[in-house]
């Protein structure tokens, strides 16, 4: 194994666009506009399984917004694209 930096994540540039997915084909910039200025209200796992790489789901209510919405993101070795995103159950 090769020995290399750290990377310098405080400063490490965002790209905020996924790469193209079925579900999100206009690279999910909705999503991330909704995020800006956004409450995160929790982050985590599903208890199932069922989502490739186990999933990272975040709940949040966007700027001026009291609706809690949800993006589930999926992964694998090759990269990272957005499941499912959409308002959760009052």
């Given at each position: ?6 990377p310098?994540?405080a ?9 193209l ?27 199932a ?42």
């Open positions: 194994m090769v020995d290399r930096p750290a310098d994540y400063n490490v540039k965002v790209v905020e666009a996924l790469p997915g079925v579900h999100y084909p206009r690279r999910a910039e909705d999503v991330f506009r909704r995020f800006a200025g956004a409450t995160i209200v929790r982050v985590g796992t599903p208890e399984q069922g989502i490739e790489g186990g999933g990272l789901v975040i709940d949040y209510c966007a700027l001026r917004s009291s609706e809690v919405e949800r993006v589930v993101f999926a992964f694998t070795e090759e990269g990272m694209w957005i499941e499912w995103a959409g308002s959760t159950p009052a």
